[in-house]
């Protein structure tokens, strides 16, 4: 082959997701299949992104680099991340070998380059929007075909969640059946557009590392939590089905309710496994405690709170109550904690 100097590069966002219905535990942990399936909001990119450029050339030292907020990271070392590139060159190997006249990209080492524009400390699902982003930007260097629910096969490989930051909106992440994870997919059920005075704020109670890391903490669950079955088996997929239908009626309260009792059953298994593993603190409780307060005082379900592998509390609620929600939190936490991230306070429309 002639000596090629040209670097190839494409850079893209992906935004950060947080599950209204919540992914907890593998039926396969290497293929990262869950056992059932779950439903996020996506946020705007405004507040939370990662910003990733992938480039590659035939003049790049050998092996391919990732940096991730400024740090090079050790891809061999990172076998979710060695999946996602492996899949990725396959797509573009495939191009190439249907069309001889294409640059052999496939070939070239990778340099990737990857930015959060919040801590990447924070428990704010920074795994989510790294490997959607990482996918989305190899994706578009080798000018893939594959849709965004075809490529979220492959980023699910990287985290689970990942998956379903690939589009915006309210989006599905299908469990499937299968054993090689070819149904288990991201699935866009309604645009941002859909629901435009959706709005969700979060309130950061810790920036710390989190106690046990999810994937570890899934498998304790689904190992040792009598309740964890019935969870998977029967509540989820009732909720994935009620929920969606909330959501395409853009009914609040329902939407709410749903998501605060499924945030509260994902904990409860946390604290039925053994070891118990505990996730959300005082102040996460006195967030849940006042969310309910806001709701009793409003005669009708204005709020909702939900919380992840960790403390930090995210609350939905509709621009209309913007000042009854917004207001009284930070009210009552601003004084008292430096844990208000005003800029985070995000308007779902603005998600591209
Ligand atoms: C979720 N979480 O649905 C749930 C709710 C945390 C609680 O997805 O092992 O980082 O990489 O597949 O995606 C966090 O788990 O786990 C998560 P892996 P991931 O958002």
Redesign the pocket.
């Known amino acids: 082959a002639q000596n090629n100097n040209t670097v190839y590069r494409a850079s893209t966002t992906a935004p950060v997701?947080?599950?209204v219905?919540?992914?907890?535990g593998?039926r396969d942990?290497s293929l990262?299949l869950?056992t059932n399936s779950?439903l996020?909001v996506t946020l705007s990119q405004k507040s939370l992104r990662t910003l990733t450029t992938a480039s590659c050339s035939e003049t790049y030292p050998t092996s391919d680099t990732l940096t991730l907020n400024g740090k090079p990271q050790d891809i061999q070392s990172s076998k979710?991340t060695l999946a996602c590139l492996s899949n990725l060159r396959d797509l573009r190997r495939a191009l190439e070998n249907a069309d001889s006249s294409l640059p052999k990209l496939s070939a070239y080492p990778l340099r990737i380059v990857s930015e959060n524009n919040f801590p990447t400390a924070a428990g704010l699902?920074s795994?989510?929007a790294g490997?959607a982003a990482l996918v989305r930007a190899v994706a578009d260097l080798y000018e893939l075909p594959q849709s965004p629910t075809d490529l979220s096969r492959i980023a699910?490989q990287?985290?689970?969640?990942?998956c379903?930051s690939l589009m915006g909106g309210y989006v599905a992440?299908r469990a499937g059946t299968k054993a090689d994870g070819s149904d288990s997919l991201a699935e866009e059920v309604a645009p941002a557009s859909h629901w435009p005075n959706m709005r969700a704020m979060v309130l950061v109670v810790s920036a710390e590392k989190k106690d046990v890391?999810?994937?570890e903490?899934?498998q304790t669950t689904v190992a040792t939590s009598s309740l964890f079955a019935t969870r998977a088996e029967l509540t989820v997929p009732a909720r994935m089905t009620a929920i969606e239908t909330a959501i395409h009626n853009r009914d609040f309260p329902a939407f709410a309710e749903i998501t605060m009792r499924d945030s509260n059953g994902?904990h409860a298994t946390c604290l039925d496994s053994w070891p118990p593993i505990f996730?959300m603190n005082d102040v996460s409780r006195a967030a849940v405690r006042l969310v309910h307060d806001i709701n009793r005082a409003a005669a009708k379900t204005v709020a909702a709170y939900t919380?992840?592998?960790?403390p930090n509390a995210v609350i939905y609620y509709l621009d209309e109550a913007s000042d009854v929600v917004a207001g009284t939190f930070k009210e009552i936490l601003g004084e008292k904690t430096d844990g208000w991230e005003g800029p985070f306070a995000d308007r779902l429309k603005n998600v591209s």
């Open positions: 997701n947080i599950a219905i919540k992914y907890w593998k942990a990262n869950p779950s996020s979710r699902a795994s989510a490997f699910r990287g985290s689970g969640s990942a379903r992440w890391p999810s994937t903490g899934m994902f996730y919380f992840d592998a960790g």
